[in-house]
Protein backbone atom coordinates (compact mmCIF):
# COMPACT_ATOMS: atom_id res chain seq x y z
CA UNK A 1 0.00 0.00 0.00
CA UNK A 2 1.03 3.78 -0.76
CA UNK A 3 0.64 7.03 1.71
CA UNK A 4 2.08 10.37 1.76
CA UNK A 5 2.44 12.51 4.18
CA UNK A 6 -0.35 15.67 4.71
CA UNK A 7 0.79 18.88 4.62
CA UNK A 8 -0.11 20.48 8.15
CA UNK A 9 -4.28 20.82 7.50
CA UNK A 10 -7.70 22.57 10.22
CA UNK A 11 -8.06 18.33 10.26
CA UNK A 12 -6.11 14.97 8.69
CA UNK A 13 -7.81 11.80 7.82
CA UNK A 14 -6.37 9.12 6.00
CA UNK A 15 -8.46 6.33 4.03
CA UNK A 16 -7.60 2.91 4.69
CA UNK A 17 -8.58 1.57 1.21
CA UNK A 18 -7.36 -2.50 1.49
CA UNK A 19 -8.23 -5.84 0.80
CA UNK A 20 -9.05 -8.03 3.64
CA UNK A 21 -9.53 -11.76 3.80
CA UNK A 22 -13.10 -12.54 4.72
CA UNK A 23 -13.15 -14.51 7.82
CA UNK A 24 -9.34 -13.91 8.31
CA UNK A 25 -9.73 -11.85 11.84
CA UNK A 26 -6.62 -12.27 13.17
CA UNK A 27 -4.65 -11.07 9.63
CA UNK A 28 -7.70 -8.56 9.13
CA UNK A 29 -6.94 -7.52 12.58
CA UNK A 30 -2.98 -7.47 11.91
CA UNK A 31 -3.62 -5.13 9.00
CA UNK A 32 -5.73 -2.55 11.05
CA UNK A 33 -3.28 -1.68 13.53
CA UNK A 34 0.14 -1.55 11.05
CA UNK A 35 -2.20 0.77 8.92
CA UNK A 36 -3.05 3.16 12.29
CA UNK A 37 0.14 2.87 13.03
CA UNK A 38 1.39 4.38 10.05
CA UNK A 39 -1.44 6.94 10.49
CA UNK A 40 -0.24 7.87 13.76
CA UNK A 41 3.44 8.45 12.90
CA UNK A 42 1.96 10.56 9.35
CA UNK A 43 -0.08 13.13 12.06
CA UNK A 44 -3.44 11.94 10.90
CA UNK A 45 -6.19 12.59 13.41
CA UNK A 46 -8.83 9.86 11.61
CA UNK A 47 -8.32 6.46 9.99
CA UNK A 48 -11.24 5.22 8.22
CA UNK A 49 -11.49 1.45 7.26
CA UNK A 50 -14.70 0.22 4.80
CA UNK A 51 -17.51 -1.53 5.62
CA UNK A 52 -17.46 -4.64 7.49
CA UNK A 53 -13.34 -4.62 7.01
CA UNK A 54 -12.72 -6.25 9.99
CA UNK A 55 -14.60 -9.87 9.07
CA UNK A 56 -14.72 -8.71 4.96
CA UNK A 57 -17.52 -8.61 2.66
CA UNK A 58 -19.83 -10.68 2.54
CA UNK A 59 -18.93 -13.30 4.98
CA UNK A 60 -22.38 -14.97 4.19
CA UNK A 61 -23.59 -17.77 6.44
CA UNK A 62 -20.18 -17.29 8.73
CA UNK A 63 -22.51 -14.90 10.16
CA UNK A 64 -25.23 -17.56 11.67
CA UNK A 65 -22.03 -18.90 13.58
CA UNK A 66 -21.67 -17.71 16.88
CA UNK A 67 -18.00 -18.52 17.58
CA UNK A 68 -17.70 -17.08 14.71
CA UNK A 69 -19.30 -13.53 15.99
CA UNK A 70 -16.93 -14.11 19.51
CA UNK A 71 -13.92 -14.28 17.48
CA UNK A 72 -14.91 -11.08 15.66
CA UNK A 73 -15.38 -9.16 18.86
CA UNK A 74 -12.33 -10.45 20.30
CA UNK A 75 -10.39 -9.15 17.01
CA UNK A 76 -12.33 -5.73 17.29
CA UNK A 77 -10.92 -5.55 21.28
CA UNK A 78 -7.61 -6.16 20.41
CA UNK A 79 -7.83 -2.89 18.61
CA UNK A 80 -9.07 -0.80 20.69
CA UNK A 81 -6.56 -2.16 23.12
CA UNK A 82 -4.14 -1.39 20.47
CA UNK A 83 -5.32 2.12 20.17
CA UNK A 84 -3.86 3.72 23.55
CA UNK A 85 -0.45 3.55 21.45
CA UNK A 86 -1.73 6.27 19.45
CA UNK A 87 -2.36 9.29 21.52
CA UNK A 88 -4.41 11.70 19.24
CA UNK A 89 -5.62 9.35 16.69
CA UNK A 90 -9.09 7.91 16.08
CA UNK A 91 -9.99 5.02 14.36
CA UNK A 92 -13.49 4.58 12.16
CA UNK A 93 -14.08 0.51 11.60
CA UNK A 94 -16.59 -1.40 9.83
CA UNK A 95 -17.42 -4.78 11.64
CA UNK A 96 -20.54 -7.12 12.72
CA UNK A 97 -21.90 -6.48 15.97
CA UNK A 98 -24.23 -9.56 18.00
CA UNK A 99 -25.98 -9.32 21.15
CA UNK A 100 -23.56 -10.02 23.91
CA UNK A 101 -20.64 -9.48 21.68
CA UNK A 102 -20.26 -6.09 21.21
CA UNK A 103 -21.43 -2.82 24.03
CA UNK A 104 -23.28 -0.14 22.18
CA UNK A 105 -22.19 3.10 23.94
CA UNK A 106 -24.33 5.19 22.16
CA UNK A 107 -27.34 3.97 22.33
CA UNK A 108 -29.80 4.95 25.66
CA UNK A 109 -31.46 2.44 27.34
CA UNK A 110 -34.55 3.76 26.82
CA UNK A 111 -34.44 4.57 23.31
CA UNK A 112 -32.69 1.32 22.06
CA UNK A 113 -34.71 -1.28 19.93
CA UNK A 114 -35.30 -4.83 20.90
CA UNK A 115 -32.31 -6.37 20.56
CA UNK A 116 -31.80 -8.36 17.00
CA UNK A 117 -28.95 -10.66 16.66
CA UNK A 118 -26.44 -8.88 14.47
CA UNK A 119 -26.14 -5.40 12.91
CA UNK A 120 -23.89 -3.96 10.24
CA UNK A 121 -21.77 -1.54 12.09
CA UNK A 122 -19.04 0.88 12.48
CA UNK A 123 -17.06 1.86 15.61
CA UNK A 124 -15.37 4.85 16.52
CA UNK A 125 -12.52 4.48 19.00
CA UNK A 126 -9.64 6.64 20.78
CA UNK A 127 -7.15 5.21 23.05
CA UNK A 128 -8.38 2.08 24.16
CA UNK A 129 -12.23 3.85 24.43
CA UNK A 130 -15.01 2.74 22.21
CA UNK A 131 -16.59 6.25 21.96
CA UNK A 132 -19.41 5.49 19.55
CA UNK A 133 -21.21 2.63 17.28
CA UNK A 134 -22.80 3.13 14.42
CA UNK A 135 -25.65 0.76 13.33
CA UNK A 136 -26.41 0.76 9.20
CA UNK A 137 -30.21 1.18 8.56
CA UNK A 138 -30.65 0.81 4.92
CA UNK A 139 -30.27 -3.28 4.34
CA UNK A 140 -29.84 -4.29 0.38
CA UNK A 141 -31.83 -7.17 -0.34
CA UNK A 142 -31.59 -7.57 -4.16
CA UNK A 143 -29.00 -8.60 -6.44
CA UNK A 144 -25.97 -9.93 -4.89
CA UNK A 145 -26.94 -8.41 -2.00
CA UNK A 146 -28.72 -10.53 1.22
CA UNK A 147 -28.08 -8.56 3.93
CA UNK A 148 -31.60 -9.00 5.33
CA UNK A 149 -30.62 -12.52 5.81
CA UNK A 150 -28.15 -11.57 8.64
CA UNK A 151 -28.48 -8.02 9.84
CA UNK A 152 -31.26 -6.26 11.59
CA UNK A 153 -31.85 -2.44 10.78
CA UNK A 154 -31.45 0.49 13.04
CA UNK A 155 -33.11 3.61 13.37
CA UNK A 156 -30.92 5.97 14.64
CA UNK A 157 -27.75 8.61 13.94
CA UNK A 158 -24.65 8.67 14.95
CA UNK A 159 -23.07 12.34 15.15
CA UNK A 160 -19.43 12.34 16.37
CA UNK A 161 -17.26 15.25 17.56
CA UNK A 162 -13.76 14.30 16.17
CA UNK A 163 -11.22 18.08 16.28
CA UNK A 164 -13.99 20.15 16.68
CA UNK A 165 -15.81 18.40 13.67
CA UNK A 166 -19.10 16.71 14.08
CA UNK A 167 -18.93 13.55 11.82
CA UNK A 168 -22.35 12.03 10.53
CA UNK A 169 -21.62 8.13 9.67
CA UNK A 170 -23.50 6.22 7.12
CA UNK A 171 -22.83 2.60 5.69
CA UNK A 172 -23.19 2.04 1.84
CA UNK A 173 -26.75 1.73 1.47
CA UNK A 174 -27.32 4.35 3.58
CA UNK A 175 -25.96 7.36 1.30
CA UNK A 176 -27.93 5.45 -1.96
CA UNK A 177 -31.49 6.88 -0.15
CA UNK A 178 -31.98 10.10 1.54
CA UNK A 179 -32.83 9.41 4.90
CA UNK A 180 -30.04 8.75 7.11
CA UNK A 181 -27.65 11.54 5.46
CA UNK A 182 -30.72 14.28 6.30
CA UNK A 183 -31.49 12.44 10.14
CA UNK A 184 -27.16 13.38 10.59
CA UNK A 185 -27.22 16.72 9.27
CA UNK A 186 -30.51 17.08 11.36
CA UNK A 187 -28.40 15.85 14.37
CA UNK A 188 -26.19 18.15 14.22
CA UNK A 189 -23.45 16.94 11.49
CA UNK A 190 -20.96 19.12 10.33
CA UNK A 191 -19.54 16.56 7.40
CA UNK A 192 -20.61 12.32 6.24
CA UNK A 193 -18.39 9.58 6.91
CA UNK A 194 -19.87 6.81 4.36
CA UNK A 195 -17.71 3.37 5.08
CA UNK A 196 -18.86 0.95 1.97
CA UNK A 197 -18.24 -2.47 0.30
CA UNK A 198 -19.79 -1.51 -3.20
CA UNK A 199 -19.15 -4.39 -5.68
CA UNK A 200 -18.11 -2.98 -8.87
CA UNK A 201 -19.93 -3.19 -12.15
CA UNK A 202 -19.23 -0.95 -15.21
CA UNK A 203 -19.91 2.28 -14.38
CA UNK A 204 -20.39 1.91 -11.11
CA UNK A 205 -17.40 4.19 -9.81
CA UNK A 206 -18.71 7.19 -11.58
CA UNK A 207 -22.81 5.77 -10.13
CA UNK A 208 -21.04 5.82 -6.75
CA UNK A 209 -19.90 9.79 -7.04
CA UNK A 210 -23.37 11.00 -8.69
CA UNK A 211 -25.22 9.31 -5.88
CA UNK A 212 -23.06 10.89 -2.97
CA UNK A 213 -23.51 14.47 -4.93
CA UNK A 214 -27.51 13.46 -4.21
CA UNK A 215 -26.74 13.20 -0.72
CA UNK A 216 -24.33 16.42 -0.11
CA UNK A 217 -26.59 18.96 -2.36
CA UNK A 218 -29.76 17.85 -0.09
CA UNK A 219 -27.49 18.10 3.02
CA UNK A 220 -25.45 21.14 2.42
CA UNK A 221 -22.65 18.64 3.86
CA UNK A 222 -19.17 17.62 2.26
CA UNK A 223 -18.84 13.77 2.38
CA UNK A 224 -15.99 11.53 2.67
CA UNK A 225 -16.61 8.11 1.08
CA UNK A 226 -14.54 5.33 2.15
CA UNK A 227 -13.95 1.90 -0.05
CA UNK A 228 -13.09 -1.37 -0.30
CA UNK A 229 -10.33 -3.23 -2.20
CA UNK A 230 -10.27 -6.38 -3.34
CA UNK A 231 -11.64 -9.67 -4.91
CA UNK A 232 -13.68 -11.89 -2.92
CA UNK A 233 -15.83 -14.83 -4.95
CA UNK A 234 -17.68 -13.67 -7.90
CA UNK A 235 -17.72 -9.81 -6.49
CA UNK A 236 -15.04 -7.36 -7.20
CA UNK A 237 -14.21 -4.66 -4.94
CA UNK A 238 -12.67 -1.45 -6.83
CA UNK A 239 -11.60 1.27 -3.98
CA UNK A 240 -11.82 4.80 -5.75
CA UNK A 241 -12.21 6.16 -2.68
CA UNK A 242 -13.29 10.37 -2.85
CA UNK A 243 -14.13 13.40 -1.10
CA UNK A 244 -16.75 15.86 -2.07
CA UNK A 245 -16.93 19.52 -0.89
CA UNK A 246 -20.11 20.67 0.34
CA UNK A 247 -21.27 22.34 -3.06
CA UNK A 248 -20.90 18.97 -4.26
CA UNK A 249 -17.76 19.44 -6.08
CA UNK A 250 -14.81 16.66 -6.31
CA UNK A 251 -12.06 17.22 -4.12
CA UNK A 252 -10.41 13.84 -4.19
CA UNK A 253 -10.21 10.40 -5.31
CA UNK A 254 -8.01 7.52 -4.95
CA UNK A 255 -6.69 4.98 -7.23
CA UNK A 256 -8.69 2.41 -8.52
CA UNK A 257 -8.00 -1.67 -8.10
CA UNK A 258 -5.15 -0.49 -5.40
CA UNK A 259 -4.39 -0.78 -1.87
CA UNK A 260 -3.45 2.87 -0.44
CA UNK A 261 -3.37 4.78 2.48
CA UNK A 262 -5.19 7.55 1.19
CA UNK A 263 -4.59 11.47 2.87
CA UNK A 264 -7.25 13.84 3.18
CA UNK A 265 -6.96 17.31 4.84
CA UNK A 266 -9.98 19.51 5.60
CA UNK A 267 -8.63 23.45 5.38
CA UNK A 268 -10.28 26.75 5.48
CA UNK A 269 -10.82 29.02 2.68
CA UNK A 270 -10.18 32.70 2.82
CA UNK A 271 -13.68 33.31 3.58
CA UNK A 272 -13.54 30.67 6.37
CA UNK A 273 -15.58 27.91 4.74
CA UNK A 274 -14.22 24.26 4.94
CA UNK A 275 -12.74 22.34 2.42
CA UNK A 276 -11.55 18.95 1.91
CA UNK A 277 -8.08 19.13 -0.15
CA UNK A 278 -7.04 15.69 -1.63
CA UNK A 279 -5.19 13.86 -4.55
CA UNK A 280 -7.80 13.00 -7.58
CA UNK A 281 -6.61 10.15 -9.57
CA UNK A 282 -8.72 10.15 -12.65
CA UNK A 283 -11.20 7.38 -13.61
CA UNK A 284 -9.69 5.08 -16.41
CA UNK A 285 -11.68 4.45 -19.76
CA UNK A 286 -14.38 1.41 -19.20
CA UNK A 287 -12.34 -1.22 -20.87
CA UNK A 288 -8.90 -0.35 -18.82
CA UNK A 289 -11.68 -0.54 -15.28
CA UNK A 290 -12.99 -4.24 -16.86
CA UNK A 291 -9.24 -5.13 -17.35
CA UNK A 292 -8.10 -4.54 -13.65
CA UNK A 293 -11.40 -6.05 -12.76
CA UNK A 294 -10.57 -9.00 -14.14
CA UNK A 295 -6.72 -9.11 -13.08
CA UNK A 296 -7.48 -8.32 -9.47
CA UNK A 297 -10.05 -11.02 -9.03
CA UNK A 298 -8.25 -13.67 -10.63
CA UNK A 299 -5.55 -12.89 -8.61
CA UNK A 300 -7.56 -12.77 -5.04
CA UNK A 301 -9.29 -16.10 -6.09
CA UNK A 302 -5.53 -17.62 -6.69
CA UNK A 303 -3.85 -16.72 -3.86
CA UNK A 304 -6.33 -16.52 -1.10
CA UNK A 305 -7.86 -19.83 -1.67
CA UNK A 306 -3.92 -20.63 -1.37
CA UNK A 307 -2.67 -21.35 -4.90
CA UNK A 308 0.12 -20.37 -6.32
CA UNK A 309 -0.10 -20.65 -9.77
CA UNK A 310 -3.03 -21.96 -12.41
CA UNK A 311 -3.49 -23.94 -15.27
CA UNK A 312 -5.69 -23.42 -18.70
CA UNK A 313 -6.34 -25.30 -22.06
CA UNK A 314 -4.85 -23.39 -24.42
CA UNK A 315 -6.98 -24.05 -28.09
CA UNK A 316 -5.31 -21.28 -29.94
CA UNK A 317 -8.88 -19.36 -30.11
CA UNK A 318 -10.10 -15.58 -28.33
CA UNK A 319 -10.97 -16.98 -25.16
CA UNK A 320 -8.24 -19.01 -23.74
CA UNK A 321 -5.73 -16.46 -25.16
CA UNK A 322 -7.56 -13.50 -23.22
CA UNK A 323 -7.69 -15.83 -19.58
CA UNK A 324 -4.29 -16.38 -20.32
CA UNK A 325 -3.14 -12.68 -20.92
CA UNK A 326 -5.15 -12.11 -17.56
CA UNK A 327 -3.56 -14.46 -15.99
CA UNK A 328 0.01 -13.64 -16.47
CA UNK A 329 -0.88 -9.83 -15.71
CA UNK A 330 -2.35 -11.08 -12.48
CA UNK A 331 0.15 -13.63 -11.32
CA UNK A 332 3.65 -13.40 -13.88
CA UNK A 333 4.23 -15.75 -16.30
CA UNK A 334 6.25 -18.01 -13.83
CA UNK A 335 2.43 -18.87 -12.23
CA UNK A 336 1.13 -19.76 -15.34
CA UNK A 337 0.83 -22.79 -17.40
CA UNK A 338 -0.82 -23.63 -20.37
CA UNK A 339 -1.83 -27.33 -22.54
CA UNK A 340 -2.67 -27.86 -25.92
CA UNK A 341 -4.92 -30.68 -26.43
CA UNK A 342 -5.05 -30.62 -30.28
CA UNK A 343 -8.15 -32.99 -31.39
CA UNK A 344 -8.43 -35.01 -34.63
CA UNK A 345 -10.11 -31.31 -35.89
CA UNK A 346 -8.03 -28.75 -34.52
CA UNK A 347 -6.80 -26.73 -37.76
CA UNK A 348 -2.95 -26.16 -38.10
CA UNK A 349 -2.89 -22.60 -37.18
CA UNK A 350 -4.57 -23.13 -34.16
CA UNK A 351 -1.64 -24.62 -33.23
CA UNK A 352 0.61 -21.99 -34.38
CA UNK A 353 -1.26 -19.03 -33.07
CA UNK A 354 -1.41 -21.23 -29.62
CA UNK A 355 2.57 -21.82 -30.01
CA UNK A 356 3.20 -17.91 -30.99
CA UNK A 357 1.14 -16.37 -27.94
CA UNK A 358 2.99 -18.42 -25.55
CA UNK A 359 6.30 -17.13 -27.14
CA UNK A 360 4.85 -14.08 -26.59
CA UNK A 361 4.11 -14.31 -23.34
CA UNK A 362 7.01 -16.86 -21.69
CA UNK A 363 4.83 -19.34 -19.67
CA UNK A 364 5.25 -22.84 -19.38
CA UNK A 365 3.41 -24.95 -22.44
CA UNK A 366 2.67 -28.65 -23.04
CA UNK A 367 1.03 -30.80 -25.46
CA UNK A 368 -0.97 -33.75 -25.29
CA UNK A 369 -3.22 -35.10 -28.24
CA UNK A 370 -6.89 -36.17 -27.53
CA UNK A 371 -7.17 -38.60 -30.23
CA UNK A 372 -5.68 -41.85 -28.41
CA UNK A 373 -7.77 -41.31 -25.56
CA UNK A 374 -10.85 -40.58 -27.91
CA UNK A 375 -10.58 -43.39 -29.89
CA UNK A 376 -10.62 -45.97 -27.18
CA UNK A 377 -13.75 -44.63 -25.63
CA UNK A 378 -15.47 -44.44 -29.11
CA UNK A 379 -13.98 -48.42 -29.20
CA UNK A 380 -15.66 -48.35 -25.62
CA UNK A 381 -19.09 -47.60 -26.52
CA UNK A 382 -19.42 -48.41 -30.25
CA UNK A 383 -21.33 -51.46 -29.04
CA UNK A 384 -24.11 -49.62 -26.99
CA UNK A 385 -24.14 -46.63 -29.73
CA UNK A 386 -24.61 -48.81 -32.36
CA UNK A 387 -25.93 -47.51 -35.60
CA UNK A 388 -26.58 -44.11 -34.60
CA UNK A 389 -25.24 -41.75 -36.52
CA UNK A 390 -22.04 -39.03 -34.96
CA UNK A 391 -23.67 -36.28 -33.30
CA UNK A 392 -22.92 -33.98 -30.08
CA UNK A 393 -22.16 -36.86 -28.37
CA UNK A 394 -18.76 -37.11 -29.77
CA UNK A 395 -18.12 -33.36 -29.62
CA UNK A 396 -18.87 -33.68 -25.93
CA UNK A 397 -16.94 -36.57 -25.06
CA UNK A 398 -13.36 -34.35 -27.00
CA UNK A 399 -14.29 -31.28 -23.92
CA UNK A 400 -14.42 -34.23 -21.88
CA UNK A 401 -11.22 -35.81 -22.35
CA UNK A 402 -9.83 -32.54 -22.19
CA UNK A 403 -11.56 -31.76 -19.25
CA UNK A 404 -10.05 -35.45 -17.58
CA UNK A 405 -6.49 -34.47 -18.55
CA UNK A 406 -6.74 -31.01 -17.57
CA UNK A 407 -8.27 -32.16 -13.40
CA UNK A 408 -5.65 -34.90 -13.85
CA UNK A 409 -2.94 -31.94 -13.86
CA UNK A 410 -4.38 -30.18 -11.37
CA UNK A 411 -4.77 -32.67 -8.89
CA UNK A 412 -1.10 -34.02 -9.26
CA UNK A 413 0.96 -30.22 -10.02
CA UNK A 414 -1.88 -28.64 -7.31
CA UNK A 415 -2.23 -25.77 -9.72
CA UNK A 416 -5.96 -24.52 -10.30
CA UNK A 417 -7.49 -24.71 -13.37
CA UNK A 418 -9.44 -21.48 -14.90
CA UNK A 419 -11.78 -22.17 -17.36
CA UNK A 420 -12.10 -20.43 -20.35
CA UNK A 421 -15.97 -20.03 -21.49
CA UNK A 422 -17.61 -16.53 -22.10
CA UNK A 423 -20.98 -15.25 -21.08
CA UNK A 424 -22.05 -15.70 -24.41
CA UNK A 425 -21.53 -19.31 -24.36
CA UNK A 426 -22.46 -19.99 -20.77
CA UNK A 427 -26.12 -18.39 -21.73
CA UNK A 428 -26.30 -21.02 -24.84
CA UNK A 429 -24.74 -23.90 -22.76
CA UNK A 430 -22.55 -23.59 -25.88
CA UNK A 431 -19.91 -25.94 -23.60
CA UNK A 432 -19.92 -29.02 -22.33
CA UNK A 433 -20.84 -30.13 -18.93
CA UNK A 434 -17.57 -31.75 -17.25
CA UNK A 435 -15.23 -30.77 -20.01
CA UNK A 436 -14.47 -27.23 -20.93
CA UNK A 437 -16.46 -26.37 -17.72
CA UNK A 438 -13.99 -27.70 -15.64
CA UNK A 439 -11.90 -25.81 -13.26
CA UNK A 440 -11.98 -23.84 -10.42
CA UNK A 441 -12.47 -19.86 -11.92
CA UNK A 442 -13.74 -19.06 -14.82
CA UNK A 443 -12.34 -15.08 -14.98
CA UNK A 444 -14.61 -14.92 -18.76
CA UNK A 445 -18.25 -15.73 -17.02
CA UNK A 446 -19.37 -12.37 -17.56
CA UNK A 447 -17.65 -11.13 -20.35
CA UNK A 448 -20.06 -11.47 -23.26
CA UNK A 449 -17.96 -12.87 -26.43
CA UNK A 450 -18.41 -8.73 -28.44
CA UNK A 451 -16.70 -7.71 -25.77
CA UNK A 452 -14.33 -10.28 -25.27
CA UNK A 453 -12.90 -9.02 -28.48
CA UNK A 454 -12.69 -5.49 -27.01
CA UNK A 455 -10.64 -6.23 -24.54
CA UNK A 456 -8.27 -8.23 -26.28
CA UNK A 457 -7.94 -5.52 -28.58
CA UNK A 458 -7.61 -2.92 -25.72
CA UNK A 459 -5.04 -5.28 -24.21
CA UNK A 460 -2.61 -5.40 -27.05
CA UNK A 461 -2.75 -1.82 -27.46
CA UNK A 462 -1.84 -1.33 -23.70
CA UNK A 463 1.27 -1.87 -21.64
CA UNK A 464 -0.70 -2.93 -18.52
CA UNK A 465 1.09 -3.06 -15.40
CA UNK A 466 4.91 -3.44 -17.10
CA UNK A 467 3.60 -6.52 -18.15
CA UNK A 468 4.29 -8.12 -21.79
CA UNK A 469 2.83 -5.43 -24.78
CA UNK A 470 0.88 -6.60 -27.66
CA UNK A 471 0.66 -10.26 -26.13
CA UNK A 472 -2.51 -11.72 -28.23
CA UNK A 473 -1.55 -12.69 -31.79
CA UNK A 474 -3.65 -10.59 -34.31
CA UNK A 475 -5.47 -13.34 -36.34
CA UNK A 476 -6.77 -14.90 -33.22
CA UNK A 477 -8.40 -12.21 -32.64
CA UNK A 478 -10.02 -11.77 -36.31
CA UNK A 479 -10.16 -15.50 -36.97
CA UNK A 480 -14.15 -17.08 -36.88
CA UNK A 481 -14.60 -18.23 -33.74
CA UNK A 482 -15.09 -22.45 -33.05
CA UNK A 483 -14.73 -25.04 -30.69
CA UNK A 484 -13.11 -27.21 -33.64
CA UNK A 485 -15.07 -30.35 -32.39
CA UNK A 486 -15.65 -31.38 -36.26
CA UNK A 487 -15.26 -30.37 -39.33
CA UNK A 488 -15.31 -26.69 -40.63
CA UNK A 489 -17.18 -25.85 -37.73
CA UNK A 490 -17.69 -22.48 -36.55
CA UNK A 491 -19.19 -20.96 -33.34
CA UNK A 492 -22.28 -18.89 -35.98
CA UNK A 493 -23.17 -22.29 -37.47
CA UNK A 494 -25.33 -22.90 -34.86
CA UNK A 495 -25.80 -19.02 -32.24
CA UNK A 496 -26.94 -15.58 -33.91
CA UNK A 497 -24.25 -13.39 -35.05
CA UNK A 498 -22.49 -12.76 -31.78
CA UNK A 499 -23.23 -8.82 -32.04
CA UNK A 500 -27.18 -9.92 -32.34
CA UNK A 501 -26.99 -12.21 -29.34
CA UNK A 502 -24.99 -10.17 -27.00
CA UNK A 503 -27.55 -7.26 -27.23
CA UNK A 504 -30.53 -9.76 -26.99
CA UNK A 505 -29.40 -11.21 -23.90
CA UNK A 506 -28.19 -8.03 -22.25
CA UNK A 507 -31.73 -6.66 -22.92
CA UNK A 508 -33.03 -10.27 -21.83
CA UNK A 509 -30.96 -10.56 -18.63
CA UNK A 510 -30.12 -6.56 -17.58
CA UNK A 511 -33.89 -4.95 -18.46
CA UNK A 512 -36.06 -8.44 -18.09
CA UNK A 513 -37.23 -7.84 -21.68
CA UNK A 514 -40.07 -10.52 -23.02
CA UNK A 515 -39.85 -12.42 -26.32
CA UNK A 516 -42.79 -9.43 -27.70
CA UNK A 517 -40.60 -6.51 -26.51
CA UNK A 518 -37.54 -7.80 -28.16
CA UNK A 519 -39.23 -8.88 -31.73
CA UNK A 520 -40.84 -4.62 -31.39
CA UNK A 521 -36.99 -4.09 -31.34
CA UNK A 522 -36.41 -5.44 -34.29
CA UNK A 523 -34.51 -9.08 -33.32
CA UNK A 524 -36.12 -11.64 -35.72
CA UNK A 525 -39.07 -13.52 -33.71
CA UNK A 526 -36.93 -17.06 -34.59
CA UNK A 527 -34.04 -15.97 -32.93
CA UNK A 528 -35.38 -14.69 -30.06
CA UNK A 529 -37.39 -18.26 -29.56
CA UNK A 530 -33.86 -19.39 -29.50
CA UNK A 531 -32.31 -17.31 -27.28
CA UNK A 532 -34.98 -17.52 -24.53
CA UNK A 533 -35.22 -21.22 -24.87
CA UNK A 534 -31.53 -22.28 -25.00
CA UNK A 535 -31.35 -19.52 -22.05
CA UNK A 536 -34.04 -21.25 -19.90
CA UNK A 537 -32.73 -24.89 -21.27
CA UNK A 538 -28.98 -24.40 -19.66
CA UNK A 539 -29.47 -23.30 -16.36
CA UNK A 540 -28.70 -26.37 -15.10
CA UNK A 541 -25.32 -26.26 -16.41
CA UNK A 542 -24.41 -22.83 -15.40
CA UNK A 543 -25.58 -24.21 -11.73
CA UNK A 544 -22.46 -26.38 -11.90
CA UNK A 545 -20.41 -24.27 -13.17
CA UNK A 546 -16.65 -22.39 -11.75
CA UNK A 547 -17.59 -18.88 -10.23
CA UNK A 548 -16.33 -16.30 -11.56
CA UNK A 549 -15.89 -12.17 -11.49
CA UNK A 550 -18.88 -9.87 -12.17
CA UNK A 551 -18.75 -7.27 -14.06
CA UNK A 552 -21.91 -5.92 -15.34
CA UNK A 553 -25.06 -5.07 -13.45
CA UNK A 554 -26.43 -8.65 -14.26
CA UNK A 555 -23.89 -11.83 -14.18
CA UNK A 556 -25.32 -15.12 -13.80
CA UNK A 557 -24.25 -16.03 -10.09
CA UNK A 558 -25.80 -14.55 -6.69
CA UNK A 559 -27.23 -12.12 -9.76
CA UNK A 560 -29.17 -14.50 -11.38
CA UNK A 561 -31.11 -16.95 -9.25
CA UNK A 562 -33.66 -18.74 -11.89
CA UNK A 563 -34.54 -22.53 -10.84
CA UNK A 564 -33.62 -25.30 -13.06
CA UNK A 565 -36.91 -27.11 -12.90
CA UNK A 566 -39.15 -24.43 -14.94
CA UNK A 567 -42.33 -24.49 -16.64
CA UNK A 568 -42.94 -20.85 -17.08
CA UNK A 569 -42.35 -19.48 -20.73
CA UNK A 570 -42.39 -15.83 -20.39
Not at 13 to 35: F, K, S, T, Y
Not at 138 to 150: I, Q, T
Not at 530 to 542: F, G, I, P, S
Request: glycine share 8%; proline share 7%; with cysteine.
Amino acid sequence: MTASTPPAADFSLCVAQLNPMVGDWQGNADRAIEAAHQAWERGHQLLVFPELFLCGYAAEDLYLRPHFLLDGAAALDRIVAASRDWPGLHLVIGHPEAVGTCPAPNADAADAPSPPPIWNAASVIRQGEVLARYRKQALPNYGVFDEKRYFAADHRACVTEIAGLRMGLLICEDAWLPDAAQQARDAGADWLLVLNASPFALDKPAQRERIAQQRVQETGLPAVYAHMVGGQDELVFDGHSFALNADGTLAGRAAGFAETLWPLQMQRTSTGKRQWQGDITPLAEPLAQLWQALVLATRDYVQKNGFRNVLLGLSGGLDSALVLAIAVDALGAEQVRTVMMPSPYTASISLLDAQEMVERVQVQHDEIAIAPAFETLQESLCPLFGDRPADATEENMQARVRGILLMALSNKLGSLVLTTGNKSELAMGYCTLYGDMCGGFAPLKDVFKTRAFELARWRNAHAFAGGVENPIPERIITRPPSAELRPDQTDQDSLPPYEILDELLRLRMEQEATAEELVAAGFAPEQVQQVLRLLRLNEYKRRQGAPGPRLSVRSFGKDWRYPITNGYRG
